[in-house]
């Protein structure tokens, strides 16, 4: 039984193994030639610490009043069934 997985995974590294050496091959190509092209990272100020809070609270008051309009359209009781 063990004989017959082992028999399995040796044929997938075979089958798989140029799969692997041309997906290798594809990214050193691509670090290689696009380099200028890529975005340079930021250098200066992305944000401050005050931002981050007043952001983070306004995003939590969006979610309570979301959930707190949820709660209270489930509190409701079930529109009636169409009759046809």
């Given at each position: 039984?063990?004989?017959?997985?082992?028999?399995?995974?040796?044929?997938?590294?075979?089958?798989?193994?140029?799969?692997?050496?041309?997906a290798q091959e594809?990214?050193?190509?691509?670090?290689?030639?696009?380099?200028?092209?890529?975005?340079?990272?930021?250098?200066?100020?992305?944000?401050?610490?005050?931002?981050?809070?007043?952001?983070?609270?306004?995003?939590?008051?969006?979610?309570?009043?979301?959930?707190?309009?949820?709660?209270?359209?489930?509190?409701?009781?079930?529109?009636?069934?169409?009759?046809?």
């Open positions: 039984m063990i004989n017959k997985y082992v028999a399995m995974g040796f044929g997938a590294l075979i089958a798989l193994a140029p799969v692997a050496a041309l594809q990214v050193a190509q691509a670090t290689t030639t696009d380099s200028t092209s890529m975005a340079a990272p930021t250098t200066g100020h992305t944000g401050s610490h005050r931002g981050h809070h007043r952001r983070k609270a306004n995003t939590a008051g969006h979610r309570a009043r979301a959930s707190a309009h949820h709660m209270h359209k489930m509190s409701a009781a079930p529109a009636a069934a169409p009759k046809s």
